[in-house]
């Protein structure tokens, strides 16, 4: 009875995740004049009307690219930039070592609000208004934190011999980071990575603030501006939901062990 | 050995150098220049700046739209973050004993959390939606749910709620796997009931962590913008206008740009002073 209620209770969370998206897959493949009528229940036929529209007719696959491209350029210099800090604060004799990490956990929590108008004229000083660049630059600093944050315990995770060892053995710090302490940071690399990558495919003030045209808008701004003349296509909405979705359901199916730990890790031990 | 020393510090510094320029430059020195433009009349597009000392300010403090904005902004992140807690305890409390396909429904409560929060907005814009939508469906009722004030501004919270609590979970369910399960053991040799147990053992143990949530969650609550930016624009009227919306109608649509900076100033002050009370509090519950 016990385990009965239970099992009740674990397929009630599974469904409170799972019910909204499904609901929106089940709208993208409806036939356009089934969604306005009631009851709201399954389509009587699938039709793939509303994928082919958002691909042919919309500013959407511009914006998957410049996501990706975002995301991407973010990540890896998120990564690079974070792992060498990382490395330092520990490892390397590093002076106020407990004050810098708190004043990197401080600017972690900075309203993005609060830097969107002085950035918004910096940007535009630097000749980076609507374009990529700007996002990149500033998704990489909004994402610093949380990495140096994730790789200085991942670091300081790795026994200290074999960084000494290594050292011993002739390398010079950057070479033992390299080729030493970098291999053996993968999971922790793997963790950051996905968590600046979800973030960065997600944000939405900056990419509404600092873009104009959609040769640079993302996807959210795309979402959210989505096309609509005389009513919301609320078909074309759902299939454009589920198609810039899918990438990031794949990662969370595949890696969600290491996002739970990326996650867990800040909070659990800080 | 004192020279050995100082170039270990400097090369040191330079594997810091790349993230201390970036963080100064994208970070630190916008956070400055915010408070120099929160002193001067600005349009963003026209006209010279002109520097009004704190008459910005002066507004701020006798601005109807503002203080609308503060209650909204502090109604949403309480009512919604107490939800995300409740509900996200119970969640971690029933997923902590393992079970077949755990695996699997982790992956799958990750789901509300990866959803790009633009989407999730108008996924449920259309689950909401007063004519076809499936939650008047299901509760056979006719709410106007973005459409009536009240309801808006709660239709937003549940949205919220739903994203958010999977991450609570997740971070309260790894508190609960480090509680030592000799603690409970011993407490079941003793006669301890469930209650007495959760009491006694669970609660304390979880409690610092549990402010740790409470302080990203809700600072992460109060610059809520995205989700209600996308349902409901802050509307109908200024019910569901928090403090992030106001202050981006004010940059980039009315374009007053150096009152729109007083304004988020007034939000990193709060969000400051919200932390700096949580922090005291931590440290007191802290052993």
Redo the contacts between chains.
Sequence with gaps: MRSAA?GL??VL??L???A??L??IV?SLKPAHE???????LPSRIEFASYLAIFSDSPLLRAVVNSLIVAGGTTLLAL???A??G???AR????RRAA?LAG?LV?S??????????????LNALGLHDTLLALI??Y???S?PLA?WLLTNFFRSIPEELYIASRVDGCT??QS?YRVMLPLASPGLAAAALLVF?FS??E??YA??FTATTASRT???A??L?PGLHEVP?GD??AA?VV??LP??V???VF??R??DG??AG??K? | MATD?RN??E??TL??A???I??S???????V??LW?SLERRSLIFGTPQFIGFDNYLRLAHDPQFWNALVNTVYFTVVSVQGELVLGLL?AL??RRP?RGR?L????????W???????????E??Y?A????LN?LFQARINWLGNPVWALHAAIAMDV?KST??VA??LL??LQ?IPRELYHAAAVDGASRWTMFRRITWPALLP?IL??LI?RT?DA??V??SI??LTGGGPGSSTET??IY??KL??QTLE?GY??AV??A??MS?ALA?VVYAWLLRRVSP
């Design positions: 239970r209770a674990l969370v599974a409170y995740s799972l909204p998206f609901w929106q709208t969604l306005t009528s009631l009851p709201p229940l690079v930039i974070g060498l800090a490395f330092a604060l390397l004799r590093v002076r810098i990197v600017v929590m900075f309203p993005p609000i609060a830097t969107v108008s002085p950035l918004f004229l910096l630059l500033t990489t600093t909004f610093l140096i710090p950057f980071f979800i495919w997600n939405f003030l509404l603030s996807v959210p701004v979402i959210a989505f609320w909405i759902a939901s810039v979705t990031l359901l990662l969370a199916m969600h062990r996002i739970v996650l867990t909070a659990v800080g | 020393r270990r510090e090369r040191a594997f810091l790349p993230a201390g970036t963080l430059a994208v970070m630190l020195f916008p956070a220049y915010i433009l969640m029933l997923l079970f695996g429904l982790y992956a799958i409560i990750l789901i509300p990866a959803i790009p929060t633009v989407v999730s907005a108008r996924m449920w259309w689950l939606n004519d076809f939508g499936v469906y739903w999977p991450f997740l971070l790894a508190g480090s962590l740790v949530v990203f600072i109060f610059r913008f995205d930016y996308v403090v992030s202050a981006y940059l980039f740009f729109g900076s988020a100033v939000i990193l969000v932390t």
